[in-house]
T-cell receptor, first 114, second 116 residues
């Protein structure tokens, strides 16, 4: 158990809908990262938050947004869903910056868009 | 930009044998970190081993060791005495060490199957 929790574990929805994925980082970790794992794109970085502020952005679609709350949990919002958004979405957390800063991954949320 | 290349889509290895999973990388960063993660069929990402670009010695963690050759930009994972439970996808990844450059960049992975 990495200490990172993600809910829900599975999500099945229809095209055009909106969903929210939730992540609670390890206790004390300030950084939260979101990654998408799909068959055609592999594992891709979406976005990073550090202590409530956006720190880095990757290949995140405009239909997707995220935020990190004062209690450090984070939510990833996916809207106007398309079939191609079906993927495993991981949240990871780390303590902060530094030469050695392992990212601990949550169990993932498997999103299926029908 | 950072890039990770894993050229072995799949490997079959006899139980108890050692196995080497290849990873090459490309980056313009002077300092960076290299990681290996294991993803079993259940889907979770399990951290295995880390190597810093400034580390002079190769990293080891139990049966895992990282063969780091900086000049060749390679960071191969060596698993000694393979076990059936080692069957999984293995991902090589790298990250920068500066603020805003901490994301992990992953390779396409190698599916390792251990044969009894």
């Amino acid at each position: 158990d990495s200490g990172v929790t993600q809910t829900p574990k599975h999500l099945i929805t229809a095209t055009g809908q909106r969903v929210t994925l939730r992540c609670s980082p390890r206790s004390g970790d300030l950084s939260v990262y979101w990654y998408q794992q799909s068959l055609d794109q592999g594992l891709q970085f979406l976005i990073q938050y550090y202590n409530g502020e956006e720190r880095a952005k990757g290949n995140i679609l405009e239909r997707f947004s995220a935020q990190q709350f004062p209690d450090l949990h984070s939510e990833l919002n996916l809207s106007s869903l398309e079939l191609g958004d079906s993927a495993l979405y991981f949240c990871a957390s780390s303590a902060g910056t530094g030469p050695y800063n392992e990212q601990f991954f949550g169990p993932g949320t498997r999103l299926t868009v029908l | 930009a950072q890039k990770i290349t894993q050229t072995q889509p799949g490997m079959f290895v006899q139980e108890k044998e050692a196995v080497t999973l290849d990873c090459t990388y490309d980056t313009s960063d002077q300092s960076y970190g290299l990681f290996w993660y294991k993803q079993p069929s259940s889907g979770e990402m399990i951290f295995l081993i880390y190597q810093g670009s400034y580390d002079e010695q190769n990293a080891t963690e139990g049966r895992y060791s990282l063969n780091f050759q900086k000049a060749r930009k390679s960071a191969n994972l060596v698993i000694s005495a393979s076990q059936l439970g080692d069957s999984a996808m293995y991902f090589c990844a790298m990250r920068g060490l500066t603020i805003g450059n901490e994301k992990l960049t992953f390779g396409t992975g190698t599916r390792l199957t251990i044969i009894p």
